[in-house]
């Protein structure tokens, strides 16, 4: 199985862990990663963008789209936001041919047309879906047996439920908690999973956002979580670089590690945990890992 | 079908007054709704149930309740629908957000004062017409989903920015907002704005989208926080972390194809602000020392200049 790959900014930003994890990962799953079609697709504006100009952000999204089209293959991310904000722009150009078309016109500059047959899709879903959670089990080294996993998905892949293909695909509203126990762990449930996690607030009110910080991973540790596991960079960096000030925050040890989907699969695919940057955290992984005898 | 109703108790009168769940077993239709299932119970089996319901047919906003963790109206939501886990349970807490006067009952107080705060009347300039003040049909089709909001406040029990700053103005409030700040026939979109821009308005909103999901009427709150935000900064309010940081973001992608993580920070707080800067050291440290930081040359991406043309010939259009 091929893929347009769709890194996203924050994989080769700030979160390099997230992409070197992705590469071993799909290596062992036989997901091969087209890593050229993309190479000149931008930022899909992370919602941001459209905040200012939603048309403007939806030709960067359908130039991405007819990219991945060129090249073929269907086309994968590996971020919550990525997934959610091409979701939604999919949803508006596929239903109105005349806003494509009029969209097309601006892209046709370049010889870029999109034909609407992109269906972005994130890595969870594609294990989830395409793979599928058999394949997954068939190829598991190691079972992660015993350790107590909290999902945190990032809004942007659970809402707006309609533009994710929720109803036609009813399984992705509990993906990540199919594969935390699909590699041996126990997913520890709260109500926090699916909300925010302060990331888009963090330079707006910083005080709010390390709230949010401090009550997701501090409920998440109060109910005996070992570690959280996200497909949204953005909320591993929030969730794990302001883990200490949601800390001095509420005066008490939170430490938490925030573990990125595709770290997860590759502890359990048998993968060294240096290759997937997990010694590279800012809430160390080291206790997590001897628990699971991984040595790091 | 037999229904486990899983409902939240809270009785501030009772000796014993701490939250509690209670199940109630109900045999219901299959085209029952959830608050067909909470009248039987107050009817038929306890009169001592508090919730609060008028028409039974999503209009009147009164009965919205959080079932199974989300907010949404009792009276629309079927139970064949929303049914989980074994022995067909749901489960129905009081709106969130709000304090509980008794069970399935809020105290609408502070949803009110958000709303007033907002001042949600039409405020025209000028003499008064003899006959009323007239809009073309055209200028207000924009207005046709944020003014059928109920006021039910699903959008703020489930508002994720509320639940840990209760100074935020909130998705009901600044939906009803834009209901004015949108009206060809208001003329104190400059005062409005300048309540918008302060602490609470429009900046805090996370854009988690909660409110788009759970609002039962289709007014979208998020989106018009959106279009407010960018009323606001039209206006010329842009001295601010969120406005800085929209602008940074754009000008990100613009010259480089993607987002210059670095800089972002740096720009949305203000270089000038010291007290941010200095803020900013200790996760610099941290990142530092674990190799989670962005380049510290930014690339652009190969093709830039597509992207940049894009943005030329877009950026007018909207």
Not at chain 2, 125 to 144: I, W
Not at chain 2, 219 to 224: E, H, I, L, N, T
Request: net charge negative; glycine share 8%.
């Amino acid at each position: 199985m091929k893929y347009a790959f769709y890194p996203g900014c924050v994989s080769r930003g700030a979160c390099p862990e997230l992409y070197s994890a992705t590469v071993e990962v799909c290596g062992i799953l036989g997901i091969e990663l087209d890593e050229d079609a993309l190479k000149g697709a931008s930022c899909t504006g992370a919602g941001v963008l459209q905040e200012k100009n939603q048309r403007l952000g939806d030709t960067l999204n359908a130039r991405t789209f007819a990219m991945a089209e060129q090249s073929g293959n269907p086309l994968m991310t590996i971020c919550s936001t990525c997934q959610g904000v091409m979701s939604q722009a999919n949803e508006r150009l596929l239903a109105d041919p005349e806003y494509m078309a009029s969209i097309n016109e601006d892209l046709s500059e370049e010889g870029l047309e999109y034909k609407g047959t992109a269906d972005p899709k994130h890595l969870l879903w594609i294990i989830a879906e395409d793979l599928g959670i058999d394949f997954l089990e068939s190829k598991l080294v190691k079972k992660l047996d015993g350790v107590k996993l909290a999902p945190f998905y990032g809004c942007y892949i659970v809402r707006p439920s309609k533009a994710l293909g929720f109803e036609e695909n009813p399984g992705r509203k509990q993906a990540l908690e199919e594969i935390i126990e699909t590699v041996g762990g126990e997913v520890v449930d709260f109500p926090g999973k699916t909300l925010c996690c302060g990331f888009p607030i963090l330079t707006i009110n910083p005080e709010n956002s390390v709230n949010m910080v401090a009550n997701h991973t501090i409920d998440a540790k109060d109910r005996g979580a070992d570690a959280m596991v996200t497909p949204c960079p953005l909320c591993h960096l929030n969730l794990d670089g302001y883990q200490p000030n949601a800390a001095s925050a509420r005066k008490r040890e939170i430490d938490l590690p925030i573990i990125h989907l595709p770290q997860l699969l590759g502890l359990a695919l048998g993968i060294e945990p240096e290759k997937m940057r997990l010694n590279k955290h800012i809430i160390s992984t080291k206790k997590l890992l001897s628990e699971l005898a991984i040595s790091p | 079908m037999e229904v486990k109703f899983n409902v939240r108790r809270y009785d501030p009168e009772s000796t014993n007054a701490v939250e509690h769940f209670q199940e109630y077993l109900m045999d219901m239709e299959d085209s029952s709704t959830v608050l067909d299932g909470l009248i039987r119970i107050r009817e038929e089996v306890d009169g001592t149930l508090s919730l609060r319901c008028s028409c039974r047919s999503a209009i009147c906003g009164s009965c919205a309740v959080r079932v199974n963790g989300e907010a949404g109206l009792a009276c629309n939501t079927k139970i064949i629908d929303v049914l989980s886990g074994e022995g067909n349970t749901v489960t129905v807490e009081p709106a969130g957000n709000l304090p509980v006067v008794k069970d399935l009952v809020v105290d609408f107080e502070p949803f009110w004062e958000k709303v007033k705060a907002v001042e949600p009347w039409l405020q025209p300039a000028g003499e008064e017409p003899k006959t009323e003040y007239l809009a073309p049909d055209e200028d207000m089709l924009h207005l046709a989903g944020v003014v059928s909001c109920i006021l039910c406040g699903a959008c703020v029990s489930d508002c994720t920015v509320m639940e840990v700053d209760s100074n935020f103005l909130g998705p009901a409030a600044l939906a009803k907002s834009y209901r004015f700040v949108g009206d060809p026939r208001d003329d104190s979109n400059q005062q409005r704005f300048k309540t918008l821009n302060e602490y609470g308005g429009v900046w805090d909103c996370t854009r988690c989208m909660k409110c788009v999901e759970v609002c039962p009427k289709g007014v979208a709150p998020m989106d018009r926080i959106m279009s407010l935000r960018e009323k606001v900064m039209e206006a010329g309010y842009t001295n601010t972390n969120g406005a800085r940081h929209a602008n940074a973001f754009v000008d990100s992608v613009k010259h480089s194809g993607w987002l210059d993580e670095l800089k972002l920070p740096i720009k949305s707080f203000g270089i000038f602000n010291i007290k941010a800067m200095i803020g900013l050291i200790p996760l610099a440290i941290r990142s530092q020392r674990a190799g989670k930081v962005p380049p510290i040359f930014h690339k652009s991406i190969p093709g830039v200049e597509n992207v940049r043309r894009i943005f030329e010939k877009v950026e007018t259009k909207k």
